[in-house]
């Protein structure tokens, strides 16, 4: 019997642990913003949005003046929206609006429970609805770009909703398992416990994984899909995004590897600038 006991408590730690481990892993880095667009002298409206459970977005709009199409940019794990800025000032000298957003958890945005790429995607819904009320002459044509899990969530997104016209997914992983189980086999975790951690997390965000899964989720949309990835991403490799084309290899959906790039590799993405844009402009906006 008491051994019994014994063996059921440590099964107890190690679960309680386990646990635990997971849950800190939901806590993203916070970030805060030091800088502004007005550091580029740029004229813009700060603006909080309202979200899901009362909570609040922070956000930078970047109006152009006549300008009817707007790009929202959605950062990544620990991002915010002072990180993305360096991408979305080719889109705004090109003639866009620029609507970048801090998620819950993120920047200076409210906090809210667990962040996860579903929570991502809630967050970008509301600033597409916000968007569309509160600016409606500049919602001719919306455009989406999102960086590593952000760009999960444009994917995820773009592929419940008509109202979107282009989207660019900046190097999303092709399924959370994937990227997962590369994180944690790398401390060498049981294949057993891994089974465990995923499911725990799939009730924690109320989603399976297989539905939200880029690979999967890209299959249902419809508007014209630009995948960005660098060819030296060691966090999210370029398989990821061979992977996610090759499932669902239609026309409207085309990949550029940027030779070079890493995962947070901001300077690159703004050196291919010219060929994101271009995507746009075949897309049918008039930038």
Not at 126 to 132: P, V
Not at 164 to 178: C, K, L, Q, R, T
């Amino acid at each position: 019997m008491i051994y019994l006991l014994s063996l059921l408590f440590f099964i107890f730690i190690i679960a309680a642990l386990i646990l635990l481990v997971v849950h800190l892993g939901f806590r993203a880095p916070r970030n805060r913003e030091t800088g502004s667009p007005a550091d580029f002298d740029i004229f813009f409206e700060e603006a909080e949005i309202p979200t899901y459970s009362s909570k609040k977005l922070f956000s930078w709009l970047l109006p152009v003046e006549d300008s009817t199409e707007t790009i929202i940019l959605l950062h990544g794990w620990g991002g915010n929206a002072e990180l993305m800025l360096p991408i979305g000032l080719p889109f705004h000298r090109a003639g866009l609006n620029v609507l970048l957003i801090d998620t819950r958890n993120h920047g200076n945005s409210d906090s809210g429970s667990v962040s996860s790429m579903p929570r991502f995607a809630e967050d970008l819904d509301s600033s597409i609805n916000w968007l569309k009320k509160h600016h409606p002459e500049k919602v001719n044509k919306i455009a989406l770009l999102g960086h590593s899990v952000g760009a999960g969530a444009v994917l995820l997104e773009a592929s419940k909703r008509d109202d979107i016209d282009a989207v660019m997914s900046v190097s999303a992983f092709a399924h959370p398992e994937w990227m997962m189980k590369r994180h944690l086999k790398k401390i060498h975790m049981p294949d057993f416990i891994i089974w465990l951690i995923f499911r725990y997390i799939e009730w924690v965000i109320g989603r399976k994984f297989k539905h939200i899964a880029p690979m999967h989720t890209i299959c249902h949309i419809r508007c014209p899909v630009l995948l960005v990835h660098g060819n030296e991403d060691f966090t999210v490799p370029i398989e990821d995004a061979r992977a996610i084309i090759a499932n669902c290899p239609e026309s409207h959906i085309s990949l550029i590897e940027i030779d070079g790039a890493g995962h947070d590799s901001v300077d690159k993405i703004e050196e291919n600038a010219v060929r994101l844009i271009s995507f746009l402009h075949q897309s049918g906006f008039s930038c």
